[in-house]
């Protein structure tokens, strides 16, 4: 990942050498991404497995894909052999499968600071945080609009947040800015208050074209084209269809050579069949059918098989989280993508929540748990996700945070080496004895237990007269005392004033309109 | 399981029966127990077990474990082929699995009423409520030392709660009953106010014998002599020791044929090495020596393998739940339970946290989902466990048993039925319609989804005009709904009167102390 640093060095000049060593020190030190060493889940067996690749390859061939207003896209189809009726795409048994066979099985993302990068597939996890609501419950936790301020606060803060892999994209809608002009500032804030990697903008082709435009400033125009730098979502607008803003953002990022999370979203019960394997198998058809496209685009182009799914209430209609179907949902859509040998996007900690509380906290672990136990490897939403995703909250964003980070012991699983098994420790110790003492505790203690920077395990008493303080407040006064003592990653001043003169004449031509 | 009704009808007369099928017609209809069709989350290999197992022969061979003030206890195993040094009894490598051959894999415990009887084993859970607080957060929310009114409405409670399965033991410690008395009025509680299968006491010899015969009065002296009727807590006092009180209660119950759940004690660091590994080389040492030890007390006497394994703040000292480390502890000591072929106890809702904030809602979903994923056999503590097991909590009761319920889906996996996999549900909708009004959704909305009985999932506006009640509070209110809505579980008069005269006989001779 070196030549990344030797050819911004002759490029643009600086001793950015010495600055990175001096910023990496200092910054919170912690694994670029989540190595599981576990198994997944298994609960698809692998016959349900091939009943339901084969039910999905009846879906692409008999039923059909809409791919509507997007006249090139169904041209690119038809050219690969697609029957193309109308708007409707009929994928001749298997075609949609073997087009998949060129996506690679695991990719690396690279960060501007390369110690950042994050290998997306394989046994990896990577977590990035909520995406795109309107709303955030802010640091005096009161609901409003989101605002540009808001976004910037919550890419610092994940910068700073040790269990967060990844930037992400929209973590929240700076509705204070016009539509057309938010992705640049957006952009802006990823690139130059955090090192970790990001997600681009997929409102309109335009967009995407101009966060490759920046990417470029950042990383050099010849390491883009060579690199993924960026992974973008793209929704489909299930059941079975793609439109048009999705499809031109999926072609620009697809031959720019970057990354595209290819989603389904799913409310089950509405957006597909009320059950989980008819889920699944709407899933599959509709994944590959997008990460068919992508390869017809750019054959070899990075792709994630996404999965958005939740569950709706049948009494109201209302979406709901944490609850078990969406689970088997996520490790049945796991086993799926690892058949079709591509990385896997699903899961985050949702909640339906209005606050930080029990219910928030119960959904978010019912699904964060599936997530990396079922294997997902790359987990939007993973952090401040709220109220089904109408809101970013800061305090929320910290206490997921936190349980994030306890993520690296669960799937490193268990030690068997000599000192794991600790023999000689009961032989040291023996019966009725403590071990607090012991050589084997002295040797392991710093290291043995995951701790979490924001639980309370005190006594009644102390917790008591420390105000009787509950998690939420706790940690949005965290927030509060990270984004007070917040140092900006370093960039060199040439980048930084490139990145500024683009927005700036892109700002100039672009109307302020709100679509 | 009509060998019990015909029995009492005989024995006491009156008409059961139809009382019976008038209570069953009106309570909560909920499954006795949860069966899982989905395999055990597998963390440790084969391999790995072998090794452990190797290690806990050397613990029981080369160490020994104590037993206590207990010379009866040490004349059993010296009999059985052990090594007694002192109270050290060396278990020759292998002598200890050989005696436990004997246990039976799974077992009923019989409730009063058939319907709650539950099968403990195989690939079953039940779900019991907390053990052991001696502190309520009551109903206004204000923590303070438990009365036997608070046990009476945790056990009305938890009869009332289709996800536990399980009435419990000493759901909270009633201090304001003599120390020599409690348990009569407990056991009181638990026959008259429920008619779910309960724990005995385990405090002193004479207390777990008053509980066999409070038992006989309601099961009849006979059916209790053939059957488990109750299952009660045999703590180990680790590392590596038995106390006299411990293997007293043992020993009355499993001569009796009643179930003990054989339980090693861990904060890990403390009363056991720190590694993962090297704590389950202990417990399982420590499990076989006390299921050896039932056996050979009565060989066939129903037992549990237990593990209580939490870990402690290396830097405080204070015991902390819902990490990584004890659910790996738990998911490994399944897999040896299941290799010495005996059910297993473990898990269950923990946390540290003093009010059901998110930070308890996190760590008891962290412990629960492992609980089920593992493939515990009965889980203790699965409701209203606070503050490090200090406290039962009215509200957290509620919000725990919630979440239990929701095991049932995610326990049976996916249906890959015809109606599953809803492949004409997806013919008949089609690209950009919704699954609502399909045929498919129609036929199965009613069960497709779990769904929570106090999560929020309305808007923001409707919660804020409802008044902002957050998760906590709604458990609170609802608990105090529940118990003013309570109705008692029929009982015979006869039987009532017969407990109520042995309680009132016993109480006269007992003396009031604390101790």
């Not at 409003?144 to 610092?156: G, H, L, Q, S």
């Not at 050099?220 to 730098?229: I, L, R």
């Not at 003492?437 to 979490?452: C, D, L, P, V």
């Not at 009644?460 to 949005?476: D, K, N, T």
Request: proline share 6%.
């Amino acid at each position: 990942m070196d030549d990344i640093t030797s050819q911004k060095r002759s490029r643009r000049g600086g001793g950015r050498d010495a600055r990175r060593s001096a910023r990496q020190s200092s910054s919170a030190s912690s694994a670029p991404y989540l190595v599981r060493k576990i198994p997944p889940v298994d609960m698809l067996s692998d016959e349900a497995c091939e009943i339901i690749e084969h039910n999905a390859e009846t879906v692409l061939e008999e039923i059909g894909i809409e791919f509507r207003d997007d006249p090139e896209a169904l041209a690119i189809l038809k050219d690969k052999g697609c029957d193309v009726d109308g708007e409707r795409v009929h994928f001749p048994r298997s075609l949609a499968r073997e087009l998949c066979k060129t996506a690679p099985s695991e990719f690396t993302q690279h960060a501007r600071n390369p110690e950042r990068s994050v290998v997306i597939g394989g046994n990896n996890t990577v977590f990035a945080p909520v995406y795109g609501p309107p709303f955030v419950r802010d640091l005096e936790g009161e609901r409003r609009y989101a605002k540009i301020e808001d976004f910037n606060n919550f890419v610092k803060l994940v910068y700073m947040l040790p269990g967060l892999h990844h930037s992400g994209g929209t973590v929240c809608e700076p509705v204070d800015l016009p539509v057309t002009k938010r992705h640049l500032e957006m952009l802006y804030a990823h690139l130059r208050y955090s090192d970790k990697p990001y997600m681009g903008s997929v409102t309109a082709p335009d967009r995407a074209a101009d966060c490759v435009a920046l990417s470029k400033i950042m990383f050099g125009d010849e390491f883009v084209d060579q690199n993924c730098v960026m992974v973008s979502l793209i929704n489909a607008n299930s059941p079975m269809t793609w439109d048009d803003t999705m499809l031109g953002a999926l072609k620009v990022y697809a031959r720019a050579g970057q990354g595209c999370v290819i989603s389904p979203f799913i409310l089950s019960g509405a957006l597909s069949p009320v059950s989980v394997a008819g889920t699944l198998t709407q899933i599959l058809a509709e994944a590959m059918s997008g990460i068919a496209f992508t390869q017809a685009v750019n054959p070899g182009a990075p792709v994630i098989f996404g999965s958005f799914a939740s569950s709706i209430s049948m009494q109201t209609g209302a979406p709901t989280f944490g609850t078990p179907e969406p689970a088997k949902v996520l490790y049945g859509a796991a086993k799926l993508a690892r058949r079709l040998n591509v990385p896997f996007r699903s899961g985050g900690s949702f909640t339906a929540s209005k606050t930080a509380d029990a219910q928030a906290a119960y959904e978010s672990a019912h699904t964060l748990l599936p997530t990396v136990l079922g294997g997902v490897n790359f987990a939007l939403h993973a952090a401040g996700w709220m109220e089904g995703g109408l809101v970013a909250d800061y305090a929320k964003l910290l206490l997921d945070a936190d349980q994030l980070t306890m993520m690296d012991s669960m799937a490193a699983g268990i030690d068997i080496s000599e000192n794991g098994l600790a023999l000689d420790a009961l032989r040291e110790t023996g019966p009725g004895q403590h071990f607090l003492g012991s050589s084997h505790t002295q040797a392991n203690f710093e290291t043995a237990f995951w701790r979490s920077s924001l639980a309370d395990n005190t006594t009644f008493e102390q917790w008591e007269s420390e105000g009787r303080i509950e998690s939420e407040q706790r940690a949005r006064n965290r927030a509060i005392k990270m984004l007070n003592e917040y140092q900006p990653p370093e960039i060199d001043p040439a980048i930084d004033a490139g990145l500024r003169d683009y927005i700036a004449t892109r700002m100039a031509v672009l109307p302020d309109s709100d679509y």
